[in-house]
């Protein structure tokens, strides 16, 4: 079931049915194009300290850290390109390129 008919369910399991057939109408009619987006409840939260600390601990290898995060790898490479590239001797980094 779609986002979007998951959420008409839950208005017409929560109101009484002649409202929440006059908003599933309305919302119908006014949006029915529109693509419903339920934000993600279990969105991983880690700070780049933390993320710097679990790369350490895998050896810079982005496939482990994500594993070990949650997070997906291209976030992980995308989060180290907007920060000062690690430095060898503060990160433990083996230099060249990230092992993946």
């Given at each position: 079931?779609?986002?979007?008919?998951q959420f008409?369910?839950?208005?017409?399991a929560e109101l009484d049915p002649e409202i929440a057939?006059?908003?599933e109408a309305r919302i119908r009619a006014e949006l029915g194009g529109l693509r419903l987006?339920?934000?993600d409840v279990h969105r991983v939260v880690i700070t780049d300290e933390e993320l710097?600390?679990?790369?350490?601990?895998?050896?810079?290898?982005?496939?482990?850290?994500a594993q070990a995060t949650g997070l997906h790898r291209v976030t992980?490479?995308?989060?180290?390109?907007?920060k000062k590239p690690p430095r060898r001797e503060e990160d433990g980094?083996?230099?060249g390129r990230l092992v993946r």
């Open positions: 079931m779609a986002p979007w008919d008409l369910t839950i208005l017409r057939g006059r908003i987006t339920i934000p710097r600390r679990t790369l350490r601990e895998h050896r810079w290898n982005v496939d482990a850290t992980i490479y995308r989060r180290l390109a907007a980094y083996p230099g």
